[in-house]
């Protein structure tokens, strides 16, 4: 065994009152966009910016295992509504009668509205048959790729960007508009562009369709069942644990 080299390491410091701020604003402010987007285009490097963010994500074995695919032409994010809207219609009749009608008066995609839709796939073999870290979890890498989305979405936040999520379709229909080839896994079709205006709570939760559970209710201590008891004690806003320091170190 040998030991790191110094120039390797950095020091791991808490950020500045003014920065955990900043971070934990753009996680409590995120939404899931569907019908606020502005017609305007994003520009290059703030699209390189975006998919750096991307790219800086976690990944088991650091496999790496995500592709981008950005869709610009109109033409074809039509025919992406098409399959969202088939795929759409059917999700529609799993619900129970009394939701359907609910169901059906949510807009749920940004696809032709938003000005850039990014399609976010998994190579599931891009680092061979045996991958460390997944050897007994195989969806590691579907899970790292949804790590690389999350840090897409908080840095559009940041960038005054909307981005929507559509999981709303059937994979094969997305993959042959798309030319994606059979082994490469679709994980989610984002829709981005400029927002100026942003639900003040997650649209479904301001539209009724569901409410934010208590964490309380959501966190065990030591085993399954047993509930917080510090958690629930330790009830600061985001704002206010922003607030606290931590000595460097």
């Not at 208590?214 to 004690?233: I, K, M, N, T, Y």
Request: charge should be negative.
């Amino acid at each position: 065994m040998h030991d790191e080299p110094n120039d390797s390491l950095v020091r791991a410091g808490s950020f500045s009152v003014e920065e955990k701020q900043a971070v934990y604003r753009a996680i409590h402010t995120r939404r899931d966009v569907r019908d606020q987007f502005l017609p305007d285009p994003l520009p290059d490097d703030l699209v390189r910016r975006l998919l750096e963010a991307a790219h800086a994500a976690p990944s088991v074995g650091f496999m790496q295992p995500w592709n981008f695919l950005l869709v610009r032409d109109s033409v074809r994010r039509q025919r992406i509504w098409e399959a969202f809207d088939r795929a759409n219609r059917e999700a529609a009749a799993m619900f129970d009668e009394d939701r359907q009608a609910a169901y059906r008066s949510l807009k749920l995609e940004g696809i032709r509205k938003a000005p850039l839709g990014i399609c976010v796939t998994c190579d599931r073999d891009r680092a061979g048959p045996v991958v460390l870290g997944r050897t007994h979890n195989s969806r590691m890498d579907s899970y790292s790729t949804v790590c690389a989305i999350q840090n897409l979405w908080l840095a559009a936040r940041a960038e005054g960007v909307g981005l929507g999520w559509v999981s709303i379709f059937q994979e094969s229909e997305l993959k042959r508009i798309l030319d994606i080839p059979d082994d490469i896994e679709i994980v989610g079709y984002l829709c981005l562009g400029y927002v100026d205006t942003l639900y003040a709570a997650p649209e479904l939760e301001v539209k009724g369709w569901r409410s934010r559970l208590p964490l309380e209710d959501l966190v065990f201590d030591e085993s399954w069942g047993h509930r917080s008891v510090a958690l629930a004690a330790a009830d600061v806003t985001p704002a206010e644990a922003a607030g606290q320091e931590r000595p460097d170190f």
